[in-house]
């Protein structure tokens, strides 16, 4: 089976850094993803990433090592709109074929 | 781009009835679309996944009886939760995938139904 770990809820300050990381365990590996959800809402896409590297995007970075399993979501110059859960996702195609699997999800909050 | 829509956004309804949820995606073909179900403060479970054309695929533990799901077309997929139960009420989100293009790897969520059962 798969086993995705993230952490239950985190908090930071508007304009800090913060990182939040996600494990996981599957057998087979095609990619993992980042979403942001707002409470209420549904996941909207924040970051792919599918080679050992760091991908960046505006205040948002992503980076992954396969050989460790480990993957974090990097927010800078944190935004009250930031609040919000964080899930990661594996995709694993030889296992789950076009599926996601999807971690616990990270609630963040951003305070004043 | 990229879109998809989800109808209703919030229904509620009486314990017994069915409920009908229709995903469409708006600008492109969706070869595969997903069904998932969050309860609050909870990740996204995914339920089914559902081919054009053919029979959904459940996931363990989901029955297929009571939650019938139809992919009738490249850009609309319906879940129906049959004889509903108050513990039915979750908030319910498809996702749909490009079937081609540079849009590959991606999944694009509607933005949800909320499922009350009275």
């Known amino acids: 089976g798969q086993n995705i770990d993230q952490p239950t809820e985190m908090t930071a300050t508007e304009g800090a850094i913060v990182q939040i990381n996600c494990t996981y365990q599957t057998s087979g590996f095609n990619g993992l993803f980042w979403y942001q959800q707002h409470a209420g809402e549904a996941p909207t896409f924040l970051s792919y990433n599918v080679l050992d590297g760091l991908e960046e995007k505006g205040r948002f970075s992503s980076f992954l090592s396969r050989s460790k399993g480990y993957s974090y979501l990097l927010l800078k110059e944190l935004q009250m709109k930031d609040s919000a859960s964080y899930l990661c996702?594996?995709?694993?195609?030889?296992?789950?074929?076009?599926?996601?699997?999807f971690g616990p999800g990270t609630r963040l909050s951003v305070l004043p | 781009g990229a879109v998809v829509s989800q109808h209703p956004s919030w229904v509620i309804c009486k314990s017994g009835t069915s409920v009908k949820i229709e995903c469409r995606s708006l600008d492109f073909q969706a070869t595969t679309m997903f069904w998932y179900r969050q309860f609050p403060k909870q990740s996204l479970m995914l339920m089914a996944t559902s081919n054009e054309g053919s029979k959904a695929t459940y996931e363990q533990g989901v029955e297929k009886d009571k939650f019938l799901i139809n992919h009738a077309s490249l850009t609309l997929s319906t879940l129906t939760v049959t004889s509903a139960h108050p513990e039915d009420s979750s908030f319910y989100i498809c996702s749909a995938r490009d079937g081609g293009g540079k849009r590959y790897n991606e999944q694009f969520f509607g933005p949800g139904t909320r499922l009350t059962v009275l």
């Open positions: 996702a594996v995709r694993d195609e030889i296992n789950y074929g076009q599926n996601f699997v």
